[in-house]
């Protein structure tokens, strides 16, 4: 009879939870088991552009990618300019500066590029120049600011550890001698690292 009546509770309760969970098939008869419900996902087919939008804002906001981005812009125009310069009236495929900007464009991210590219001396010294230099910058600040907005969060203390250092303050008369010199070790890494980073905004 307690059996049975066990039985009616649990499924009084599984009616009254049935909305947030889900039988799972059990491993012995008259067990009762069950799991969350997981919501269904949705197939994005579209990317979503608000969210990407605001990803990028908050790159640009905690990393230089926008000086970075006009520097490789303006050596881009530069150095398109100066091919321009030297083809000009001599290759028949660089016969304007747009399509000097195009080969460029193409020399900097490895995309390929037509030939025969630039028949002066001066024009493939600076080709060559600008392909090297370009590539390497084009990749370097995707790389580079990628790599500082990531790894930004782990250059501050954490939220645990302060919270730790917080909490051993408040129980210095229970610490060993050694509990005490790790924590005044941690706490004075973490001062010293935030005095650096104050005195390297206020000289900047």
Not at 169 to 177: K, Q, R, T
């Given at each position: 009879m307690a059996h049975k009546a066990n039985q009616q509770e649990v499924s009084v309760e599984v009616k009254e939870g049935e909305e947030l969970f889900e039988r799972v098939r059990p491993?012995?008869?008259?067990?009762?088991?069950?799991?969350?419900k997981r919501p269904r996902r949705k197939l994005r087919v579209l990317p979503n552009i608000p969210a990407m939008v605001m990803f990028l804002k908050d790159v640009s906001a905690r990393t230089p990618l926008i000086p970075l981005l006009l520097s490789l812009v303006g050596l881009w125009l530069?150095?398109?300019?100066?091919?321009?310069?030297?083809?000009?009236?001599?290759?028949?495929?660089?016969?304007?500066?747009g399509?000097?900007?195009?080969?460029?464009?193409?020399?900097m991210h490895t995309m390929g590029v037509n030939n025969p590219g630039p028949v002066t001396v001066v024009g493939r010294v600076i080709g060559g120049i600008w392909g090297?230099?370009?590539?390497v910058i084009f990749f370097g600040v995707i790389i580079g600011v990628f790599y500082a907005y990531f790894m930004r969060p782990r250059q501050r203390p954490s939220r645990e550890?302060?919270?730790?250092?917080?909490?051993?303050?408040?129980?210095?008369?229970?610490?060993?001698?050694?509990e005490l010199e790790a924590l005044r070790d941690a706490t004075t890494r973490v001062i010293d690292a935030q005095i650096s980073k104050l005195k390297e905004k206020s000289s900047s």
């Open positions: 491993l012995r008869p008259g067990d009762v088991i069950l799991r969350r530069l150095f398109s300019f100066g091919l321009y310069l030297a083809e000009r009236g001599v290759s028949e495929q660089l016969t304007s500066y399509d000097a900007l195009w080969w460029s464009f193409g020399a090297i230099m370009g590539t550890l302060i919270s730790a250092m917080q909490y051993n303050l408040g129980e210095l008369e229970d610490l060993s001698a050694s």
